[in-house]
């Protein structure tokens, strides 16, 4: 009888503390579950922003965005004097001509390529700049000297049928401003209107009627930058 009781109280013991043990493990069970459910939870918004662009895997995504490459930042940042503007209003770049190292008179070299267009098309200004120097000369006739804001380039433009109204040296003008209109002043030839362009790199003299000449075909078709 004893023993019975014993056997009893031995199996009671023993379910109770499977029960216990189970109940005990349940918790960490439950605990790793909800650790697994809430990692994704808690990530997201970093992944969001890394998604819309605002920080680079392991950055801080409340930082500032760091600018995009090649954007200009900051005071005094400036545009470099390429890209410029065709001169001859309803000029494509497909109809220009490389005239650049043709031959001219007295052994010259043009130093300049010839736009051909009607008599008073408008003639635009390729750039930002300043009027330096209106000029009405023998070969070139009425001809404009503009300098670009930093003074290292002179656009030349040439054989004009007139200024444009109020146009004065040192006015400063914007890219696309008409500052004059096609003609064939000077020694150009009444049968073929056109504008005679330059571009001139300027010495540290700054002097308008002086440079070295670039050939303003690949810059004007985009195909070359302002060295």
């Not at 023993?14 to 809430?38: M, R, T």
């Not at 309803?90 to 130093?111: E, P």
């Not at 008599?119 to 330096?132: K, N, Q, R, S, W």
């Not at 004009?160 to 096609?182: F, P």
């Amino acid at each position: 009888m004893m023993l019975t009781r014993l056997l009893a109280l031995g199996v009671v013991i023993g379910v109770a503390g499977w029960w216990l043990l189970a109940s005990g493990n349940d918790v960490p069970e439950k605990a790793v579950a909800a650790q697994v459910v809430a990692a994704p939870v808690a990530a997201a918004p970093v992944a969001e922003s890394r998604q819309a662009g605002l920080g680079a895997p392991g950055a801080d995504p409340l930082a500032p965005a760091a600018p995009a490459e090649g954007s200009q930042a900051g005071p005094g940042a400036a545009a470099a004097p390429s890209g410029l503007l065709l001169p001859v209003q309803g000029i494509a770049a497909a109809q220009l001509q490389d005239t650049f190292t043709d031959a001219r008179s007295q052994g010259r070299v043009h130093d300049a390529i010839d736009i051909l267009a009607a008599e008073g098309t408008p003639v635009l200004a390729v750039a930002d700049g300043t009027i330096e120097k209106l000029f009405d000369s023998e070969r070139g006739g009425l001809t404009v000297y503009q300098f670009e804001p930093g003074g290292t380039y002179c656009y030349y433009y040439a054989h004009l049928q007139r200024y444009a109204d109020g146009l004065a040296e040192k006015q400063a003008v914007k890219r696309g401003d008409v500052i004059g209109y096609v003609g064939h002043t000077g020694n150009a030839s009444p049968d073929a209107p056109h504008l005679h362009f330059e571009i001139h790199r300027l010495g540290p003299e700054k002097q308008w009627w002086k440079g070295e000449s670039l050939n303003p075909y690949p810059v004007l078709r985009g195909e070359q930058a302002l060295p």
